[in-house]
């Protein structure tokens, strides 16, 4: 799967690597911020047929590839020191190993 290929080479770069940043090296974004951090990476100017043309679809196939743990994640949570309130941050860390066979067999 395609995605999953994008996620791996990305994390690669071994930095702090958000859901955002999945999306838009799929989408190939040009914001500068993005071309400047993922530019060198071989698959962000790569050309393939996407299918999911819209963000929010990407999204939503990440998220399931989490769930399905064939994506890594590692969720922190912070406490604010003055007040109850936590915060959250989810940072995809890596593919499961055995991510590429079970999604072969699944498709």
């Known amino acids: 799967m395609l995605i999953k290929r994008k996620v791996e080479i990305i994390i690669s770069k071994r930095q702090q690597i958000i859901r955002n940043n999945v999306i838009n ?4 974004s040009q914001a500068k911020d993005v071309k400047n951090k993922f530019k060198e990476l071989p698959v962000y100017p790569e050309k393939f047929l996407r299918k999911l043309k819209i963000k929010e679809n990407a999204f939503l196939l990440l998220d399931d590839l989490v769930l399905r743990d064939l994506v890594k994640k590692n969720i922190i949570l912070t406490r604010s020191p003055t007040t109850q309130i ?10 499961a190993d055995e991510a590429i066979t079970k999604t072969n067999t699944e498709d």
């Open 25 to 28: 090296v799929f989408h190939q």
């Open 86 to 95: 936590f915060t959250y941050s989810v940072f995809i860390i890596g593919i």
